[in-house]
């Protein structure tokens, strides 16, 4: 798991959200006032977690930039601007950059790497990266070269099905995954207890742990009842409306650490 949250940076819907890309899902009717208010009780939820919430302006010609968690990757020492999958979202990555060299040092991925946050779960001083159809092995090669130098392994994962590594697996305490084995190559997870999500609660494994609480969809109870199991403190969060654009709750939010100190800007 990461170290304790005290900040999280988000990004409004658009109004053009219904036209966002789609991988896995039929595109149906999604109501933009319910998605809306959907988002506004998710950052309600974030500051009760303690979480100190920054929500930047919706980009009207850009329907998948409340989905932010896939324009970075912030670590406590550096953060990496990703280069999306879709060429639709390569915008996104500059409007986000200022928010983003405020608060660390800035590494880039660069063509013809592609490499979108939704694919990179760090647990410690590991990144377990998704090769997915977002993110490409030179992506991740350029990931493992940006971060080497502050002592982070990356690990390489097998994504089938699921558009990103979090969409599969996300690790709510210590020790501990949750997955749908259906979609990720649990492989490199053995040295972790996995808990399989339910059948008919397949992408309840996008869970988001901040600080002493765990965030599961609404739409999982079943995977939240498993986790209240093992002790842990759950809050059910309904995101029905976004998920019928491929949301998890992992990626409506860059989720760090406040810490202090110049910023600069790097590349590989």
């Known amino acids: 798991m990461s170290p304790l949250a005290t900040h999280a940076l988000l990004r409004s819907p658009s109004p053009a959200l219904t036209e966002c890309q789609l991988l896995h899902l039929p595109r149906g009717r999604l109501d933009f006032a319910t998605a809306l208010r959907q988002h506004q009780a998710y950052a309600a939820?974030?500051?009760?977690?303690?979480?100190?919430?920054?929500?930047?302006?919706?980009?009207?010609?850009?329907?998948?930039?409340?989905?932010?968690?896939?324009?970075?990757?912030?670590?406590?020492?550096?953060?990496?601007?990703c280069?999306?999958?879709?060429?639709?979202?390569?915008?996104?990555?500059?409007?986000?950059r200022p928010a983003v060299a405020f608060l660390r040092t800035v590494g880039a991925i660069q063509a013809p790497g592609t490499l979108e946050g939704g694919d990179v779960l760090r647990v410690g001083r590991t990144l377990f990266v998704g090769r997915s159809t977002r993110t490409n092995p030179e992506g991740i090669r350029q990931l493992r070269a940006l971060v080497a130098p502050h002592r982070y392994e990356v690990t390489e994962v097998a994504v089938r099905g699921a558009l990103h590594l979090k969409t599969g697996i996300t690790a709510p305490a210590p020790g501990l995954m949750v997955a749908n084995p259906a979609w990720?190559?649990?492989?490199?997870?053995?040295?972790f207890e996995v808990v399989p999500v339910p059948a008919d609660e397949p992408w309840g494994a996008n869970v988001l742990p901040l600080n002493d609480l765990v965030l599961v969809a609404a739409a999982a109870p079943r995977t939240a009842a498993l986790l209240r199991d093992r002790g842990l403190e759950v809050r059910l969060v309904d995101i029905s409306e976004l998920q019928k654009a491929e949301a998890g709750l992992t990626c409506l939010s860059l989720v760090y650490?406040?810490?202090?100190g110049p910023s600069h800007t790097t590349a590989l």
């Not at 280069?83 to 986000?96: C, D, F, H, K, N």
């Open 45 to 81: 939820a974030l500051a009760e977690a303690g979480v100190a919430v920054t929500t930047l302006p919706a980009e009207a010609h850009l329907p998948d930039a409340v989905f932010v968690e896939d324009t970075a990757v912030l670590l406590d020492e550096v953060a990496i601007l």
């Open 257 to 260: 650490r406040e810490r202090t």
């Open 184 to 191: 990720i190559d649990l492989a490199a997870f053995r040295p």
């Open 83 to 96: 280069r999306p999958g879709t060429p639709s979202r390569v915008a996104e990555v500059t409007l986000i």
